[in-house]
């Protein structure tokens, strides 16, 4: 079946500007989660979706980054204003719920100019 | 101190070779363990998942955990060349927040 599908795969812009990322967990999956992995930090957890709701939000960085999740299924990470530390692969997993493991999307590569 | 830490390698061993792989951990309340497999340019792709201590075999992957000593171990039987990839483990508390080690880069030489 298919997987965890991201997008955009890749994403250029400019310091300042407001980005989004899309992310389609597998299909019957209730929990999504959000990474960041960086070169100088690793695979860091961000933010992790029951259904809708945002139990943990402890490992967004900044009140710049956002996520959002409807209908259960499609989730969007917002960062607004953009830094240049914000360059990184946003990674996006999903499972069927707790004690199953995550499933990992592609990532959208995100680079602040 | 990191919570998880890994050698980043890199790690360079002969086809058929077995790879040997550890990480070790701080939180003794970690319960989930996972082995991923990265390429370049892809997502984490789930290897194996164990729950608790003890060992677990799918075809030529063997994974252990040892929850007394806090150390985990991947082993890679008959390595391929398409088995040169990066290798992160991941743990967690409660299976919904992992920590990962830094990976560790692995070459299998024709």
């Known amino acids: 079946g298919a997987g965890v599908s991201q997008s955009p795969s890749n994403k250029v812009t400019e310091k300042g500007k407001d980005v989004e990322l899309r992310c389609d967990p597998i299909?019957?999956?209730?929990?999504l989660y959000w990474y960041r992995q960086s070169l100088g930090q690793g695979l860091e957890f961000l933010i992790y979706?029951?259904?809708?709701?945002?139990?943990?939000k402890s490992g967004l960085p900044s009140d710049r980054f956002s996520a959002e999740r409807t209908g259960g299924s499609v989730s969007t990470l917002t960062i607004q204003r953009t830094q240049q530390e914000d360059s990184a692969v946003y990674l996006c997993?999903?499972?069927?719920?707790?004690?199953?493991?995550?499933?990992f999307g592609p990532g959208t590569r995100l680079l602040v100019l | 101190q990191k919570e998880v830490e890994q050698d980043p390698g890199p790690l360079s061993v002969p086809e058929g070779a077995i790879v040997s792989l550890n990480c070790t951990y701080s939180?003794?309340?970690?319960?989930?363990f996972m082995w991923y497999r990265q390429y370049s340019r892809k997502g984490p792709e789930l290897l194996m998942y164990?729950?608790?201590?003890g060992n677990k075999e799918d075809g030529r992957f063997t994974a252990q955990v040892d929850k007394s000593s806090k150390y985990i171990s991947l082993f890679i039987r008959d390595s391929q060349p398409s088995d040169s990839a990066t290798y992160l483990c991941?743990?967690?508390?409660?299976?919904?927040?992992?920590?990962f080690g830094a990976g560790t880069t692995v070459t299998v030489r024709a």
């Open positions: 997993a999903s499972s069927t719920g707790h004690g199953n493991p995550q499933y």
């Open positions: 299909s019957g999956h209730t929990a």
């Open positions: 979706f029951q259904g809708n709701s945002a139990p943990d």
């Open positions: 939180n003794s309340a970690f319960q989930y």
């Open positions: 164990t729950y608790s201590s």
């Open positions: 991941a743990m967690s508390e409660d299976d919904y927040k992992l920590s």
